[in-house]
Protein backbone atom coordinates (compact mmCIF):
# COMPACT_ATOMS: atom_id res chain seq x y z
CA UNK A 1 0.00 0.00 0.00
CA UNK A 2 2.73 2.20 0.65
CA UNK A 3 4.19 1.74 -2.35
CA UNK A 4 1.20 2.95 -4.13
CA UNK A 5 0.71 5.59 -2.01
CA UNK A 6 4.06 6.93 -3.49
CA UNK A 7 3.00 6.32 -6.95
CA UNK A 8 -0.31 8.01 -6.59
CA UNK A 9 1.40 11.35 -5.11
CA UNK A 10 4.17 11.30 -7.97
CA UNK A 11 1.94 10.99 -10.43
CA UNK A 12 -0.76 13.51 -8.86
CA UNK A 13 2.29 15.87 -8.52
CA UNK A 14 2.86 15.79 -12.15
CA UNK A 15 -0.37 16.52 -13.32
CA UNK A 16 -0.98 19.58 -11.17
CA UNK A 17 2.14 20.81 -12.08
CA UNK A 18 1.79 20.48 -15.65
CA UNK A 19 -1.24 21.91 -15.60
CA UNK A 20 -0.75 24.52 -13.16
CA UNK A 21 2.47 25.56 -15.50
CA UNK A 22 -0.25 25.32 -18.48
CA UNK A 23 -2.34 27.79 -17.03
CA UNK A 24 0.62 30.08 -15.81
CA UNK A 25 2.30 30.43 -19.16
CA UNK A 26 -1.22 31.40 -21.09
CA UNK A 27 -1.26 33.93 -18.45
CA UNK A 28 -4.96 35.27 -16.69
CA UNK A 29 -7.63 38.42 -17.44
CA UNK A 30 -10.75 39.18 -16.51
CA UNK A 31 -12.23 37.27 -19.32
CA UNK A 32 -10.31 33.67 -18.58
CA UNK A 33 -11.58 33.97 -14.75
CA UNK A 34 -14.84 34.47 -16.17
CA UNK A 35 -14.87 31.54 -18.27
CA UNK A 36 -13.18 29.46 -15.39
CA UNK A 37 -16.02 30.54 -12.93
CA UNK A 38 -18.84 29.86 -15.27
CA UNK A 39 -17.36 26.39 -15.91
CA UNK A 40 -16.54 25.39 -12.54
CA UNK A 41 -19.93 25.85 -11.50
CA UNK A 42 -20.96 24.08 -14.94
CA UNK A 43 -19.46 21.28 -13.86
CA UNK A 44 -20.15 21.05 -10.24
CA UNK A 45 -23.79 21.42 -11.04
CA UNK A 46 -23.35 18.43 -13.42
CA UNK A 47 -21.36 16.16 -10.97
CA UNK A 48 -24.35 17.25 -8.08
CA UNK A 49 -27.59 16.83 -9.85
CA UNK A 50 -26.33 14.04 -12.71
CA UNK A 51 -24.07 12.04 -11.32
CA UNK A 52 -24.54 12.13 -7.82
CA UNK A 53 -28.40 12.71 -7.52
CA UNK A 54 -29.24 11.17 -10.32
CA UNK A 55 -27.25 8.16 -11.29
CA UNK A 56 -25.99 7.54 -7.60
CA UNK A 57 -29.41 7.98 -5.74
CA UNK A 58 -32.11 7.70 -8.30
CA UNK A 59 -33.56 11.05 -6.41
CA UNK A 60 -35.95 11.31 -9.94
CA UNK A 61 -37.11 9.82 -13.12
CA UNK A 62 -36.38 11.55 -16.49
CA UNK A 63 -36.49 10.56 -19.73
CA UNK A 64 -33.88 8.38 -21.57
CA UNK A 65 -32.81 11.66 -23.50
CA UNK A 66 -32.70 13.65 -20.62
CA UNK A 67 -30.75 10.91 -18.71
CA UNK A 68 -28.02 10.42 -21.92
CA UNK A 69 -27.84 14.64 -21.24
CA UNK A 70 -27.17 14.11 -17.57
CA UNK A 71 -24.41 11.45 -18.30
CA UNK A 72 -22.63 14.11 -20.52
CA UNK A 73 -23.20 17.27 -18.15
CA UNK A 74 -21.59 15.51 -15.53
CA UNK A 75 -18.99 13.76 -17.69
CA UNK A 76 -17.77 17.68 -18.36
CA UNK A 77 -16.07 17.72 -15.08
CA UNK A 78 -13.94 14.54 -16.71
CA UNK A 79 -14.37 12.86 -13.70
CA UNK A 80 -14.81 9.31 -15.61
CA UNK A 81 -18.03 8.44 -16.84
CA UNK A 82 -21.40 8.42 -14.85
CA UNK A 83 -21.55 4.70 -14.26
CA UNK A 84 -18.29 4.65 -12.88
CA UNK A 85 -18.83 7.21 -10.22
CA UNK A 86 -22.21 5.84 -9.54
CA UNK A 87 -20.89 2.60 -8.87
CA UNK A 88 -17.96 3.67 -6.64
CA UNK A 89 -20.48 6.45 -4.61
CA UNK A 90 -22.62 3.59 -4.33
CA UNK A 91 -20.01 1.18 -2.92
CA UNK A 92 -19.02 4.31 -0.74
CA UNK A 93 -22.36 4.80 0.89
CA UNK A 94 -23.25 0.85 1.43
CA UNK A 95 -19.39 0.80 3.31
CA UNK A 96 -19.20 4.21 4.46
CA UNK A 97 -16.29 5.06 6.80
CA UNK A 98 -15.54 1.06 7.30
CA UNK A 99 -12.06 -0.72 5.86
CA UNK A 100 -13.85 -1.24 2.44
CA UNK A 101 -14.58 2.82 1.94
CA UNK A 102 -11.35 3.42 0.33
CA UNK A 103 -12.22 7.33 0.21
CA UNK A 104 -12.77 7.08 4.47
CA UNK A 105 -10.58 9.10 6.57
CA UNK A 106 -11.08 7.43 9.30
CA UNK A 107 -9.43 4.01 8.07
CA UNK A 108 -6.41 5.61 5.69
CA UNK A 109 -4.65 8.65 5.44
CA UNK A 110 -6.22 12.00 4.07
CA UNK A 111 -4.01 11.93 1.09
CA UNK A 112 -5.22 8.46 -0.07
CA UNK A 113 -8.82 9.71 0.85
CA UNK A 114 -8.72 12.62 -0.53
CA UNK A 115 -7.85 11.63 -3.92
CA UNK A 116 -4.74 8.79 -3.65
CA UNK A 117 -7.34 5.99 -4.08
CA UNK A 118 -8.33 7.31 -7.70
CA UNK A 119 -5.28 6.20 -9.27
CA UNK A 120 -5.55 2.87 -7.16
CA UNK A 121 -5.85 -0.54 -9.76
CA UNK A 122 -8.82 -1.65 -7.84
CA UNK A 123 -10.84 1.61 -8.12
CA UNK A 124 -9.74 2.25 -12.48
CA UNK A 125 -12.45 -0.46 -13.54
CA UNK A 126 -16.58 0.28 -13.66
CA UNK A 127 -18.28 -1.85 -11.40
CA UNK A 128 -21.44 -2.42 -13.07
CA UNK A 129 -22.86 -4.82 -10.42
CA UNK A 130 -23.13 -1.65 -8.70
CA UNK A 131 -25.69 0.32 -11.25
CA UNK A 132 -27.54 -2.90 -13.10
CA UNK A 133 -30.13 -0.54 -13.12
CA UNK A 134 -28.79 1.21 -15.81
CA UNK A 135 -26.65 -2.13 -17.77
CA UNK A 136 -29.34 -1.81 -20.44
CA UNK A 137 -28.59 2.01 -21.67
CA UNK A 138 -26.44 1.02 -24.35
CA UNK A 139 -25.74 4.96 -24.77
CA UNK A 140 -24.65 5.07 -21.31
CA UNK A 141 -22.25 2.45 -21.68
CA UNK A 142 -20.48 4.11 -24.70
CA UNK A 143 -20.57 7.31 -23.25
CA UNK A 144 -18.95 5.87 -20.00
CA UNK A 145 -16.16 3.72 -21.74
CA UNK A 146 -15.77 6.81 -24.38
CA UNK A 147 -14.68 9.55 -21.77
CA UNK A 148 -13.32 11.69 -24.30
CA UNK A 149 -16.78 12.52 -25.33
CA UNK A 150 -17.66 14.82 -22.69
CA UNK A 151 -13.96 16.09 -22.34
CA UNK A 152 -14.01 16.94 -25.99
CA UNK A 153 -17.83 18.49 -25.40
CA UNK A 154 -15.97 20.22 -22.25
CA UNK A 155 -12.92 22.22 -25.10
CA UNK A 156 -16.28 22.52 -27.28
CA UNK A 157 -18.38 24.52 -24.30
CA UNK A 158 -15.08 27.00 -23.62
CA UNK A 159 -14.93 27.77 -26.97
CA UNK A 160 -18.23 28.66 -27.89
CA UNK A 161 -18.37 30.81 -24.84
CA UNK A 162 -15.22 32.29 -25.23
CA UNK A 163 -16.80 33.26 -28.94
CA UNK A 164 -19.93 34.79 -27.83
CA UNK A 165 -17.82 36.54 -25.33
CA UNK A 166 -15.54 37.70 -28.36
CA UNK A 167 -18.50 38.59 -30.32
CA UNK A 168 -20.10 40.88 -27.19
CA UNK A 169 -17.27 42.31 -26.41
CA UNK A 170 -15.61 42.64 -29.44
CA UNK A 171 -11.80 42.71 -27.61
CA UNK A 172 -8.57 41.31 -28.81
CA UNK A 173 -7.56 40.27 -25.52
CA UNK A 174 -9.81 37.18 -25.67
CA UNK A 175 -7.62 33.89 -26.08
CA UNK A 176 -9.16 30.83 -26.90
CA UNK A 177 -6.10 28.65 -25.82
CA UNK A 178 -6.09 31.02 -22.82
CA UNK A 179 -9.76 30.14 -21.92
CA UNK A 180 -8.92 25.95 -22.52
CA UNK A 181 -6.51 26.46 -20.41
CA UNK A 182 -8.62 28.25 -17.50
CA UNK A 183 -11.82 26.66 -18.61
CA UNK A 184 -10.66 23.24 -18.77
CA UNK A 185 -7.68 22.33 -17.10
CA UNK A 186 -7.81 24.90 -13.64
CA UNK A 187 -11.49 24.30 -13.67
CA UNK A 188 -11.27 20.58 -14.04
CA UNK A 189 -8.79 21.05 -11.24
CA UNK A 190 -10.53 23.05 -8.74
CA UNK A 191 -13.77 21.42 -9.41
CA UNK A 192 -12.49 17.94 -8.91
CA UNK A 193 -11.13 18.90 -5.26
CA UNK A 194 -13.65 20.71 -3.95
CA UNK A 195 -15.52 17.80 -4.67
CA UNK A 196 -13.24 15.10 -3.40
CA UNK A 197 -13.31 17.09 0.36
CA UNK A 198 -17.30 16.03 0.72
CA UNK A 199 -15.50 12.57 1.15
CA UNK A 200 -12.50 13.53 2.88
CA UNK A 201 -12.72 16.51 5.12
CA UNK A 202 -16.48 16.18 5.52
CA UNK A 203 -15.74 12.97 7.19
CA UNK A 204 -13.59 14.90 9.84
CA UNK A 205 -14.44 18.29 10.54
CA UNK A 206 -18.24 19.46 10.90
CA UNK A 207 -21.14 19.12 12.16
CA UNK A 208 -23.75 16.70 12.63
CA UNK A 209 -27.55 17.42 12.73
CA UNK A 210 -28.84 13.94 12.08
CA UNK A 211 -28.10 10.54 12.85
CA UNK A 212 -25.70 8.38 10.43
CA UNK A 213 -24.06 5.65 10.71
CA UNK A 214 -20.55 7.20 9.91
CA UNK A 215 -18.78 10.37 10.36
CA UNK A 216 -20.43 12.31 7.52
CA UNK A 217 -20.28 15.86 8.51
CA UNK A 218 -21.95 19.33 7.30
CA UNK A 219 -19.67 21.95 6.21
CA UNK A 220 -21.40 25.51 5.88
CA UNK A 221 -18.46 26.90 4.64
CA UNK A 222 -17.98 24.71 1.91
CA UNK A 223 -21.37 26.14 0.46
CA UNK A 224 -20.37 29.18 -2.11
CA UNK A 225 -18.28 26.29 -3.69
CA UNK A 226 -20.49 23.23 -3.59
CA UNK A 227 -23.95 24.85 -3.70
CA UNK A 228 -25.73 22.26 -1.53
CA UNK A 229 -23.41 19.17 -1.44
CA UNK A 230 -21.89 20.31 1.31
CA UNK A 231 -24.87 19.10 3.50
CA UNK A 232 -23.20 15.73 3.72
CA UNK A 233 -24.42 14.35 7.11
CA UNK A 234 -28.05 15.35 5.94
CA UNK A 235 -27.51 13.35 2.43
CA UNK A 236 -25.86 10.69 4.66
CA UNK A 237 -28.87 10.19 6.70
CA UNK A 238 -31.36 10.42 3.47
CA UNK A 239 -29.33 9.29 0.96
CA UNK A 240 -32.17 9.17 -1.76
CA UNK A 241 -33.80 12.43 -1.08
CA UNK A 242 -33.43 14.75 -4.09
CA UNK A 243 -32.31 17.70 -1.56
CA UNK A 244 -30.09 17.81 1.00
CA UNK A 245 -30.59 21.30 3.07
CA UNK A 246 -33.19 19.66 5.23
CA UNK A 247 -32.85 22.98 8.30
CA UNK A 248 -33.83 26.85 8.15
CA UNK A 249 -31.50 28.24 6.40
CA UNK A 250 -29.41 25.30 4.85
CA UNK A 251 -29.54 26.34 0.95
CA UNK A 252 -29.58 23.77 -1.86
CA UNK A 253 -28.83 25.25 -5.21
CA UNK A 254 -28.67 21.86 -6.79
CA UNK A 255 -32.41 20.92 -5.39
CA UNK A 256 -33.94 24.42 -6.66
CA UNK A 257 -32.30 23.59 -10.04
CA UNK A 258 -33.70 19.94 -9.96
CA UNK A 259 -37.10 21.79 -9.39
CA UNK A 260 -36.89 23.79 -12.25
CA UNK A 261 -36.70 21.26 -14.33
CA UNK A 262 -39.34 19.60 -12.57
CA UNK A 263 -41.40 22.39 -13.79
CA UNK A 264 -40.51 22.29 -17.31
CA UNK A 265 -41.47 18.44 -17.21
CA UNK A 266 -37.70 16.94 -17.83
CA UNK A 267 -38.08 15.11 -14.40
CA UNK A 268 -40.72 13.97 -12.30
CA UNK A 269 -41.40 11.82 -9.21
CA UNK A 270 -38.79 14.02 -7.58
CA UNK A 271 -38.01 12.56 -3.93
CA UNK A 272 -38.78 15.96 -2.52
CA UNK A 273 -37.55 16.58 1.56
CA UNK A 274 -41.02 18.12 2.25
CA UNK A 275 -42.74 14.67 1.68
CA UNK A 276 -40.28 13.01 4.60
CA UNK A 277 -40.91 15.71 7.57
CA UNK A 278 -41.82 12.92 9.78
CA UNK A 279 -39.09 10.65 8.77
CA UNK A 280 -36.78 13.86 8.92
CA UNK A 281 -37.90 14.57 11.92
CA UNK A 282 -37.48 11.27 13.86
CA UNK A 283 -33.32 10.80 12.94
CA UNK A 284 -32.90 14.53 14.03
CA UNK A 285 -30.02 15.31 16.71
CA UNK A 286 -30.65 16.34 20.23
CA UNK A 287 -28.01 19.00 20.69
CA UNK A 288 -28.84 20.02 24.46
CA UNK A 289 -25.78 19.28 25.66
CA UNK A 290 -24.36 21.39 23.12
CA UNK A 291 -22.58 18.49 21.22
CA UNK A 292 -22.36 18.60 17.21
CA UNK A 293 -19.43 17.54 16.03
CA UNK A 294 -16.04 18.99 15.27
Known sequence: ???????????????????FSICYLAGINWYSFFIFILMYYIKVLGISIAHHRYFSHRSFKTSRFFQCFLALWGGLANQRGALWWAARHRHHHRTSDTPEDWHSPQNYSFFYSHIGWLLDDKA???DYDE???????????????????????DIFLVLL????????????QIY??????????????????????????????????????????????LLPFLLGENWHN???????????GLLKYQFDISFYIILIFEKLGLVWDVKKPSLFKNKIESK???????????
Open 131 to 153: VKDFKNFRELIFINEKTWIPFTL
Open 124 to 126: RAT
Open 176 to 221: FLQMIAWGTLAANIFAAHTILLVNSISHIYGTKDFESKDESRNNWW
Open 234 to 244: NHHAFPNLAGA
Open 1 to 19: MARKHTKSKIIQLILHLSA
Open 161 to 172: FSYILKLSISDS
Open 284 to 294: KLNFSNGNRGN
